[in-house]
């Protein structure tokens, strides 16, 4: 039984997330979407917000696949994902610019787990400028991102933007 992590901030998960997520899908007998509760970051939606976002955009987009679920963590990636029963951790590349900051992070989680492998996906071109944080600024500005992310996100941002707004 092949064992992936998918983790990241997911704030909000957006479509080059769930290309990703098909992606692995394909290739491991189980993927892990992961939420890491520890972000650095200080994310727009709350971890429940983030994760329902996730859950809704997977029953959205691929039904289908029996093989994903979904998870929280916090603490490190790799301990995570020993825990898991995990041998990969999956990683979208969608730019050179995303290479320095993964390759170390592959190379610092292969040091600290020697048997946990990262795979870099390539997701489908038309991500390749997308995350969330562009997402974040088009629906501060009104923009309708309805395009890039999944129906419940794009509802989740107008929401939460009104609310903020009024
Ligand atoms: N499509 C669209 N956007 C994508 C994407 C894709 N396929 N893949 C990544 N992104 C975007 C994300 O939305 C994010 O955008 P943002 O910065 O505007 O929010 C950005 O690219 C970076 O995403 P990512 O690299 O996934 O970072 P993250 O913050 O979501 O996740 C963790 C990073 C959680 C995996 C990492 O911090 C971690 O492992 N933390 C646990 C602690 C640990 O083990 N630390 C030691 C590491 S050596």
Known sequence: ?????????????????LDIIERASEMFDEVIVALA?????????SE?????????????????????????FQGL????ATKRGATAVVRGLRAMSDFEYEFQM??????????????????????????????RELAWYGKDVSTFVPKAVANALREKFEIRYH
């Not at 039984?1 to 997330?17: Q, R, S």
């Not at 509760?37 to 939606?45: A, D, E, V």
């Not at 610092?108 to 400028?129: D, G, I, Q, S």
């Open 37 to 45: 509760r520890n972000s650095q970051k200080s994310p727009l939606f």
């Open 1 to 17: 039984m092949k064992i992936a992590i998918y983790p990241g901030t997911f704030d909000p998960i957006t479509n080059g997330h």
């Open 48 to 72: 429940s917000e983030r994760q329902a976002l996730v859950e809704q955009s997977l029953a959205e987009c691929c039904p289908h696949r029996k093989n994903i679920r979904t998870d929280a």
């Open 77 to 80: 990636l790799v301990e995570y």
């Open 106 to 135: 592959a190379l610092m989680n292969r040091k600290l787990a020697p048997e946990v492998t990262t795979v870099f996906l390539m997701p489908h071109e038309e991500y390749t400028y997308l995350n969330s944080t562009i997402i």
